[in-house]
């Protein structure tokens, strides 16, 4: 089994900072990409960030400049540092990792339970 498991949601008012962080644990051989989504009430889920093995990121155009994904592999960890917090980037946050559970090198998507970022103007 694997468990992605978040932490550091919370209310904050415009023009403050949260960080994030979604740590995985259990059957993992090797982990490849880790990201953060966000899906905002009556919209779809959209990437906010991600980082791979490598440590090469990926921004959405509305997170560049203030957010900074970042990932520490020894404790299959990835955090995101949200600064400069607007009104529009309440949603609720998904972790993403995806990962091998063997060897034999097959990656799959886990999600996180999502934590609530509610930014008040």
């Known amino acids: 089994q694997v468990q992605l498991v978040e932490s550091g949601g919370g209310l904050v008012q415009a023009g403050g900072s949260l960080r994030l962080s979604c740590a995985a644990s259990?059957?993992?051989?090797?982990?490849?990409?880790m990201g953060w989504y966000r899906q905002a009430p009556g919209k779809q889920r959209e990437l906010v960030a991600s980082?791979?093995?490598?440590?090469?990121?990926n921004y959405a155009d509305s997170a560049k400049g203030r957010f900074t994904i970042s990932r520490d592999n020894a404790q299959n960890t990835v955090y995101l540092q949200m600064n400069s917090l607007i009104p529009e980037d309440t949603a609720v946050y998904y972790c993403?990792?995806?990962?091998?559970?063997?060897?034999?090198?097959?990656?799959?998507?886990?999600w996180g339970q999502g934590t609530q970022v509610t930014v008040s103007s």
């Open positions: 993403n990792v995806r990962l091998s559970r063997s060897s034999f090198i097959v990656y799959s998507d886990y």
């Open positions: 259990g059957r993992i051989f090797s982990i490849n990409s």
């Open positions: 980082i791979t093995s490598g440590g090469g990121t």
